[in-house]
């Protein structure tokens, strides 16, 4: 399966712990984003890499939050400090962006990770 | 503000028949690009369908079909023959750039045989 994988699928933790999130791209692809959703809400945009750049962060991402790609292939998402409301689906997702000039490309999801904190 | 809103939380059809599904959104940008996906029960998100705002022409694929009304800010999705398979929640998207996408609350739809 070339698809993108998320590792682990589900993180049981308790507050004020630490956790990390790992997503593998398709390889090909440059682009590689970070969504949360909760439940009954779409997702909303955390943070996004072009190679192994972090071009945009969220207001969202709290300083607890931290997003590395060090190679441009796969991503981790630290969650420092875990608190009861970060509590959702961890979403990523990587597309191919040509060039400079704008486009979308097509976003392939991972199957997320779910985090529930005590 | 750059906002998705899809004001049908749940919709229902039976198989074979046609469903509108509604989104909205504002933007001030003149060029942008518009999704929808596909969430099955514990399943990835999909792209089902695309549409870059500088076409005039409404974007098809298969059975699925948008109209796309860019005065007025709207984007819907007409699913025609609707199949069992079908059964999912479905995502409107708004990207200005390429760069971020702004994703709605979503509608669940049902499908009944």
């Known amino acids: 399966d070339t698809g993108v994988s998320q590792n682990p699928r589900h993180k049981i933790t308790k507050r004020g712990q630490n956790v990390t999130f790992r997503c593998d791209p398709i390889s090909e692809h440059n682009r590689l984003y970070w969504y949360r959703q909760t439940l009954g809400q779409g997702p909303e945009f955390l943070t996004y890499f072009q190679n192994e750049a972090q071009l945009e962060k969220s207001r969202l991402l709290s300083d607890r939050f931290s997003a590395e790609r060090p190679k441009g292939s796969f991503s981790t998402l630290e969650i420092q400090r875990t608190e009861q409301g970060d509590s959702a689906m961890y979403l990523c997702a990587s597309s191919f962006q040509p060039g400079l000039a704008a486009s979308a490309g097509e976003l392939f999801f991972g199957e997320g990770s779910r985090l529930t904190v005590l | 503000a750059q906002t998705v809103t899809q004001s049908q939380p749940e919709m229902s059809v039976q198989e074979a028949e046609t469903v509108t599904l509604s989104c909205t959104y504002d933007t001030s940008e003149s060029d942008y690009y518009l999704f929808w996906y596909k969430q099955p029960p514990s399943r990835q998100m999909i792209l089902v369908i695309r549409?870059?705002?500088?076409?005039?022409q409404n974007a098809t694929e298969n059975r699925f079909s948008v109209n796309f009304q860019k005065a007025a800010k709207s984007f819907s999705l007409k699913i025609s023959d609707s199949q069992l398979g079908d059964a999912a929640m479905y995502f409107c998207?708004?990207?200005?750039?390429?760069?971020?996408?702004?994703f709605g609350t979503g509608t669940s739809l049902t499908v009944i045989p």
């Open positions: 549409q870059e705002a500088y076409k005039q």
């Open positions: 998207a708004y990207s200005p750039t390429g760069n971020q996408f702004y």
